[in-house]
């Protein structure tokens, strides 16, 4: 067990970043206040800046705390369908990822850049929760792959190759089933992006049933 100390500090961080992105419900991330937060604390400017020297540090970490719940709320689908189909444990991440955005809009909206202020860059922090995810989605369409998935031009199977080993450079994949990868995130992201913004309410288009229909051709281009 850590210290009092070190525990004391690690509980009043997490009540600053629950603080802080409440505030980011309320006004978006531009009305995010250190002092303000101090003040609803009953601590002073100089006080609160001990536990976060910036804004900026501080709206990393509400952005990193999103990485890790998505990843823990992925790895706990993949968990529990372990014993299921590659394509039917697909499915279950593609809704369990829309599931997540949907119940945390304001979060995933700082997590994939729409709602971040502007000039502020992605933390690097982020990478290893999003991978973790990432890795689950190309577990499940590995498996799906019997044979080689068609690979992609040169040009690309290049770029692929270094982004998948710039993520997990323990683990060599296709540039094949990289692209397949990426594939499945774009149109998930996409989806739930559109579903958010309340283009799928005017279109009068059903997003869980596009979604699935979505995946579904995933699945088809991955079984080849």
Known sequence: MPPRRERYREETQAEIRSIALRQIEESGPEGLSLNAIGREMGMSGPAIYRYYASRDELLTEVIVD????????????????????PAVRLRLLAERYRG?????PHRYGLMLGNRRPAGFEEPAEAIPPSQRGMALI?????????EAPRPPGRTLARQLSAWGASRDPERERSPALLRLGL??????????SLELAGIFDALGVDAELFLAAEVDDLIEAAAG
């Open 100 to 104: 997540w955005a949907l119940a945390n």
């Open 66 to 85: 999103g990485w890790n719940e998505l990843a823990h709320a992925l790895e706990e689908t993949a968990a529990a369908a372990a014993r299921r189909t």
């Open 138 to 146: 190309l577990d499940a369409l590995s498996e799906l792959a019997g």
């Open 183 to 192: 594939a499945a995130w774009t149109r998930m992201h996409g989806v739930v």
